[in-house]
């Protein structure tokens, strides 16, 4: 079962950040956040993860509260091609045993309206 | 290969044939997985492989389902008696699995309908 609770939907304005929340009250030390994203008809696409400090790459930012219990994704300028369902996941990071599989939940379906 | 590669694209098949999804993961990884994604749902862990460790089969719905992994690389997932409750997009996916904290790149997928 996924471990994280996430908006089924949520629209924001081209040209707008937007922010994508995610709950995940129970996750452990060891657990990663990640965040993937599906365009419709695509195969999901990574995006970005993080374990307790903020992340920054070229498609998004990623905020984790300081008892990690929630994040958001922050997309900083939307245009219309991220239109999609986001997902927020937990995963155990990778050991010598190997990494673990991400468990996906429903997500949040954004809508960036022009 | 630069990507995940999956074939077919697609594929009708009779209820009760046999079927063969194969997925060409990105060169050196280690890790793959298969998922399923039936229409408007979200994605169905299926089984994982990481490297010679023994797969991860969870998530087979059935035991008409089984997957293997050749030589590290290629995968087959086949589907036995296919059931129209089979139709969906199967998806594969790879990544570097034994170190680190990489994402998964996922293929296009195997859109399959059961006739």
């Known amino acids: 079962d996924a471990k994280t609770t996430q908006p089924p939907s949520m629209d924001c304005a081209e040209g707008r950040a937007a922010n994508l929340p995610c709950n995940h009250s129970t996750i452990s030390g060891n657990e990663y956040v990640y965040w993937y994203r599906q365009i419709h008809s695509q195969g999901p696409q990574y995006i970005i993860h993080?374990?307790?400090n903020n992340e920054t790459n070229e498609m998004a930012s990623l905020i984790i509260t300081e008892d990690r219990k929630s994040s958001t994704l922050i997309l900083p300028h939307a245009t219309l091609r991220d239109t999609a369902v986001y997902y927020c996941i937990v995963r155990v990071g990778a050991s010598i045993q190997g990494a673990q599989k991400l468990v996906f939940g429903q997500g949040t379906r954004l809508t960036i309206n022009p | 290969g630069a990507g995940v590669s999956q074939s077919p694209s697609n594929k009708v098949t009779e209820k009760g044939k046999d079927v063969e999804l194969r997925c060409d993961p990105i060169s050196g990884h280690t890790a793959l997985y298969w998922y399923r994604q039936s229409l408007g749902q979200g994605l169905e862990f299926l089984i994982y492989f990481q490297g010679n460790s023994a797969p991860d089969k969870s998530g087979l719905p059935s035991d008409r389902f089984s997957a293997e992994r050749t030589g590290g690389s290629v995968s087959t997932l086949t589907i036995q008696r296919t059931q129209q409750e089979d139709s969906a997009v199967y998806l594969c996916?790879?990544?570097?699995?034994?170190?680190?904290?990489?994402?998964?790149?996922f293929g296009s997928g195997t859109r399959l309908t059961v006739v």
């Open positions: 996916a790879s990544s570097w699995g034994d170190r680190g904290n990489y994402g998964y790149t």
């Open positions: 993080g374990l307790k």
